[in-house]
Every structure is written in C-alpha cells, then in structure tokens.
Nanobody, 119 residues
Framework: QVQLVESGGGLVQAGGSLRLSCARS????????MGWYRQAPGKQRELVAT???????NYADSVKGRFAISRDNAKNTVYLQMNNLRPEDTAVYYC?????????????WGQGTQVTVSS
C-alpha cells in the first residue's frame, strides 16, 4: 500500500521561505511522476510543480523562479523549496505520485499540509 506523508508547512511572512517534504512508503513502479498540488479555500486544486523519475521538471507559471522541486529516489522523497512566498501562495499543499504504467494512470495523494503566508 502506497502512502505519502507531507511535512514542512506552516506560517511565514511574505518574502519568506519554506521547504516541504513528502516521504513515500510502499512500492511503485520506478517510472513515475511526483508532484505538488495546492488548493486554496473556494478554489480548485491546481498543479504547482512536477518532477519525473529522471529529473525533468514542470512548474506552474505563478511559481516559476520562486519554487524548486527536487527528489531523492534513494529516500523515496520529493521536496518543494518555496522562496519569496506571497499571500496568494496560501493553500493546502498536496503531494502526489502518478504511475503512468497503468491505464488510466494511477494517482496517490498525501493528506496535505497547510501553508499560510501573511502580508
């Protein structure tokens, strides 16, 4: 059974930084995509950043140049370094792993971690 556990959320002032971590337990195919999504109150969940198993990254336009996603395959962990945070970054951040081997692809989600940015 695959489980994802996020950590690192909290309250920070605008301009500050946070680093989110997501540790995976359970086995998945080595070819996968890990990512971070977020959901603000009253809004739909949106993609923040993804990283493939070979290190290719993708970012939402709103976080390019401020956030950096990385992964440590040996530790089954994905990270999100968030710099120059803005109040509009306030949301619950969810870790995701997508396994494209399956049809349709299989998604696993963490429980979410709250990030609050004060102005």
């Amino acid at each position: 059974q695959v489980q994802l556990v996020e950590s690192g959320g909290g309250l920070v002032q605008a301009g500050g930084s946070l680093r989110l971590s997501c540790a995976r337990s359970g086995s998945v195919f080595s070819l996968n995509v890990m990512g971070w999504y977020r959901q603000a109150p009253g809004k739909q969940r949106e993609l923040v950043a993804t990283i493939t198993s070979d290190g290719s990254t993708n970012y939402a336009d709103s976080v390019k140049g401020r956030f950096a996603i990385s992964r440590d395959n040996a530790k089954n962990t994905v990270y999100l370094q968030m710099n120059n945070l803005r109040p509009e970054d306030t949301a619950v951040y969810y870790c995701n792993i997508r396994v494209p081997y399956y049809s349709p692809p299989r998604d696993y989600w963490g429980q979410g971690t709250q990030v609050t940015v004060s102005s």
